[in-house]
């Protein structure tokens, strides 16, 4: 079975571009979560989807992020304009979230903004 | 606030020296906890799941126990590939699935052969 995938694997970009990261599940997981790691610090929830509705989106730092998950499959993250502060890794998990709980987590990408 | 404190941060061994690493947590309406392993340059890899106080889990060299305030992750007689960093994750469900996590900052794992 596949696990979680994320691309791009790193992506460099200048302050004020755009930047979209994208998530696949795991096949029938209904549940996707965004986190993010920035240099130094633990690991932050940022975002919760059950199929293609927000759950929860209380950890997501300001509007310059938009997440959505059209059709309850994968995820894109889009970060408009991106700042400086936005460097680090962003993780992606996903759960099937009835028979298990359990989250497991993609490779990550990391973001760099020059 | 939902906190968690992992101890120590950093943690030297011998191969073969067991060891304990701990979680404590405040966290409101607690359903469970993750244990997580990574390494660098990649994504936390799932080890247990603990629901209740008072249950272990297995796993090779790890195991994971759970408290109603903490939970510890035992390593016995580790290796080298044993190195990594080791999370915790408390759980609590607000329907449709467990709710984002809230991690501490891990404990950075080194074995020595």
């Known amino acids: 079975e596949a696990g979680v995938t994320q691309f791009p694997s790193h992506s460099v970009i200048e302050k004020g571009q755009t930047v979209t990261l994208r998530c696949d599940p795991i096949?029938?997981?209904?549940?996707l979560y965004w986190y993010r790691r920035v240099m130094g610090k633990e690991i932050k929830f940022l975002l919760h989807?059950?199929?293609?509705?927000?759950?929860?989106e209380s950890g997501m730092p300001n509007n310059r992020f938009l997440a959505e998950r059209t059709g309850g499959t994968y995820s894109t993250l889009k970060v408009q304009p991106a700042e400086l502060e936005d460097s680090g890794v962003y993780f992606c998990?996903?759960?099937?979230?009835?028979?298990?709980?359990?989250?497991?987590f993609g490779p990550g990408t990391r973001l760099t903004v020059t | 606030e939902d906190q968690v404190t992992q101890s120590p941060e950093a943690l030297r061994l011998q191969e073969g020296e067991s060891s304990s690493l701990n979680c404590s947590y405040t966290?409101?309406?607690?359903?469970?906890l993750f244990w997580y392993r990574q390494d660098p340059g990649k994504g936390p890899e799932f080890l247990f799941t603990?629901?209740?106080a008072g249950e272990e889990k297995e796993k090779e060299r790890l195991k994971a126990t759970l408290t109603k305030k903490e939970s510890f992750l035992h390593i016995t007689a580790p290796k080298p590939e044993d190195s990594a960093t080791y999370l915790c994750?408390?759980?609590?469900?607000?329907?449709?699935?467990?709710?984002?996590?809230?991690f501490g900052k891990g404990t950075h794992l080194i074995i020595q052969p």
């Open positions: 994750g408390p759980v609590r469900y607000s329907g449709g699935g467990a709710d984002g996590l809230t």
């Open positions: 096949s029938g997981h209904d549940n």
């Open positions: 603990l629901y209740s």
């Open positions: 989807f059950v199929k293609e509705s927000k759950q929860d």
């Open positions: 998990a996903s759960s099937q979230g009835t028979v298990s709980y359990e989250q497991y």
């Open positions: 966290v409101s309406g607690l359903r469970g």
